[in-house]
């Protein structure tokens, strides 16, 4: 089975730092994925890596260890309206998505 | 279509009913999944359709739960004798290809059965 593995919780203040944890294990691994998803709306792709290293994209960057089984996401420079849910998802063998249980991040003023 | 489409957006049904999802992929995206979010909780894979494969259905819940794929394009997820537990948003899913990392989620389907 898929383990997939990030804090339930974070808070943050406006114009700060957050990093996002994923930690997994499955059976293989054919890419690992960040998505956002705010209440009530639909998963939206953030990032994908698939190499180990740093991948940034505006105010968001992910990072890939596959020897350690470790992602992180790093939301740079908070605003209000990343206050969402961030989904940690992994591409296993078989290509199927497995996902986190997500991570529930507020921005408080 | 320009996006993934998904009906009905909310569904309402007694206990011990049958109900069907039904999802429209982005226009020549092979690949499609199914998904349940219950309230709170991180998204629960269901099946996975990937072009003229058969489709992996390791994540059904229970033999109550069954999709098909017409022609490689619309997805129906039937369950049937629905069940207080079934209540959740089901999220349909697609991509160019399995090895595509454009995966593109429809609205969902929010399901409560009473």
């Known amino acids: 089975g898929q383990n997939i593995d990030q804090p339930t919780e974070m808070t943050a203040t406006e114009g700060a730092i957050v990093q996002i944890n994923c930690t997994y294990q499955t059976s293989g691994f054919n890419g690992l994925f960040w998505y956002q998803q705010h209440a009530g709306e639909a998963p939206t792709f953030l990032s994908y890596n698939v190499l180990d290293g740093l991948e940034e994209k505006g105010r968001f960057s992910s990072f890939l260890s596959r020897s350690k089984g470790y992602s992180y996401l790093l939301l740079k420079e908070l605003q209000m309206k990343d206050s969402a849910s961030y989904l940690c998802?992994?591409?296993?063998?078989?290509?199927?998505?497995?996902f986190g249980a997500g991570t529930t991040v507020t921005v408080r003023a | 279509g320009a996006g993934v489409s998904q009906s009905p957006s909310n569904k309402v049904t007694e206990k011990g009913k049958d109900v069907e999802l039904r999802c429209d992929p982005i226009?020549?995206?092979?690949?499609l999944y199914w998904y349940r979010q219950s309230l709170g909780q991180g998204l629960e894979f269901l099946i996975y359709f990937q072009g003229n494969s058969a489709p992996d259905k390791s994540g059904l819940p229970s033999d109550r739960f069954s999709a098909e794929r017409t022609g490689g394009s619309v997805s129906t997820l039937t369950i049937q004798r629905t069940q207080q537990e079934d209540s959740a948003v089901y999220l349909c899913a697609s991509s160019l290809g399995d090895r595509d990392y454009g995966y593109t989620f429809g609205s969902g389907t929010r399901l409560t059965v009473v």
């Open positions: 998802a992994v591409r296993d063998n078989d290509y199927k998505l497995s």
């Open positions: 226009s020549g995206h092979t690949a």
